[in-house]
């Protein structure tokens, strides 16, 4: 039977329609190129991209972190209204067992409803798990469809701005331990933000929409964001005036002292507890000795819902780059804040969970730490092997595997070539070309002697050892480099 007797009509245009769509410039037009927004990644990437998520997670372990892990995709009910406008941007899944499911969005609600359902009232946690936005992938560098983040959280009821400091400490140590350039943390509170909306005359039920157009000022000039919030969002243009005066404000603790004395927003009660937080905030970052790396910027919004308190948000001042070349634009690198209301949305009672935490953008860090190697040239070694089992005889196979079997069961990581004759120049030049700092030879002539040559790939010496001491002088040699 003919392939078209074999698919329904629509399924045949669906088929048809992909098989005659163009190729991209990369494609041969073999295979079709992954999905939009998302990214092979080579031996050479994972390389990089371990370095750094060893360098976050160790920060976090160092802290008292605990590791868990939670379900790639959610009920939609359990994801739906905690991202405001950005609800918007969830990966909607069609179960076959009825139930509505919806990808990962962030790794903040799902930790939520976790501390929800098994009654968790206190716990520090990491996480570092792949997520899911159906927005573009184009909007800034580094900015995927599908990508990675390492979140860190702190849950439980304590004395104010003590682990929310902790969070700033946190991002700080990991930016500054990437060597990234110089960064700025802006700091900001919803208490704050929401305060100056109910100052400024924005009526409450606009609250949340206004917000989410203030957020967008590290992408838009403010000219731009004041028409969207008149334009599309209905505000009156003095009430955006009004707003334009206060998000243009950015500073230390003075600012916060300021904005105590400013004669509107220090008649608004939410505005004022934020305001006391910051200033609590700011005396323990002094401590710490990072109050030069945090700025408290009006501006600064966070749009997504479940924020309540403390938000900031971690961006690089100039990103590592070459003379007269332009500077990366990867937004922010880090963020995170306070919400201490969205344990409660869970709970059957309502019992409300404070909690605070923060959450590394590493595909932007990733992005960066790429670029800058390649105007390096700098060039990644793939695999860490240590030692080659080599031969410049035929009919030694045998021999070959004896050596590296001892040398895997020793903890050594070691390889061989797959095949039973290899050139020994072959070997020699691969060793080279990957790397691995050390060779054992074995030929006839070691054979009778009952000796293993040990050769330096990088000074090309050679030394015999006796065949049951040859473990103990590599381990001897790798402990010294």
């Not at 031996?43 to 998520?53: A, F, S």
């Not at 976790?114 to 946690?125: D, E, G, P, S, T």
Request: proline share 4%.
């Amino acid at each position: 039977m003919p392939l078209l007797g074999l698919l329904p009509r629509r399924a045949w245009a669906s088929l048809l329609t992909q098989l005659l769509r163009p190729p991209c410039a990369s494609c041969t037009g073999a295979v079709r190129c992954q999905s939009q927004g998302t990214r092979d990644l080579s031996p050479q990437h994972m390389v990089v991209r371990e370095k750094i998520l060893d360098l976050v997670i160790s920060c976090f372990k160092r802290h008292g972190a605990k590791g868990m892990d939670t379900p790639a995709f959610e009920l939609k009910e359990t994801l739906t209204e905690k991202y405001g406008e950005d609800s918007g941007l969830m990966y909607d899944l069609k179960d076959q067992g009825g139930e509505l499911l919806s990808l990962r969005y962030d790794l903040t609600v799902p930790f939520a409803r976790y501390l929800a359902m098994n009654k968790v009232k206190k716990m520090k946690r990491y996480h570092v798990g792949k997520v899911w936005r159906r927005e573009s992938p184009t909007i800034v560098q580094g900015r995927y469809r599908e990508f990675c983040q390492c979140d860190f959280d702190i849950a439980g009821q304590f004395d104010p701005m003590i682990p929310d400091a902790e969070c700033l400490k946190i991002m700080c140590e990991i930016l500054s331990g990437l060597q990234l350039g110089d960064f700025l943390i802006k700091v900001n509170d919803r208490r704050i933000v929401d305060g100056m909306f109910a100052v400024c005359g924005v009526p409450e039920s606009k609250f949340r929409a206004i917000c989410s157009s203030i957020d967008k000022l590290d992408k838009m000039a403010w000219k731009d964001v004041r028409h969207e919030m008149v334009v599309k969002k209905g505000l009156a243009p003095e009430v955006a005036d009004r707003i334009g005066d206060y998000v243009q404000c950015h500073g230390g603790v003075s600012l916060v002292e300021q904005m105590f004395q400013d004669p509107r927003l220090s008649q608004n009660k939410q505005a004022l507890e934020g305001l006391g937080d910051l200033k609590l905030l700011f005396e323990y970052l002094t401590l710490f000795g990072i109050a030069d790396k945090i700025s408290f910027d009006l501006s600064l919004a966070r749009g997504l819902d479940y924020y309540t308190g403390v938000i900031y948000e971690a961006v690089l001042l100039q990103t590592p780059t070459q003379a007269g070349e332009e500077p990366l634009n990867v937004g922010s690198v880090a963020a995170g804040g306070r919400y201490d209301g969205l344990v409660g949305m869970f709970d059957p009672k309502g019992h409300k969970v404070p909690c605070v935490g923060l959450s590394i953008g590493v595909e932007r860090i990733f992005y960066i730490v790429e670029q800058r190697m390649k105007t390096k040239g700098e060039k990644v070694r793939t695999t860490e092997t240590q030692v080659f089992v080599a031969t410049p005889q035929k009919n030694f196979l045998q021999e070959r595997l004896k050596l590296i079997a001892e040398l895997w069961d020793s903890g050594i990581k070691a390889e061989m070539l797959y095949k039973n004759n290899p050139k020994l120049l072959t070997q020699l030049h691969y060793c080279e070309s990957t790397g691995i700092p050390l060779v054992v030879i074995i030929g006839e002539q070691e054979l009778k002697e009952g000796v293993i040559k040990i050769r330096s790939v990088a000074s090309r010496e050679e030394v015999a050892i006796k065949r049951e001491n040859f473990v103990a002088e590599i381990q001897k040699r790798l402990s010294e480099s």
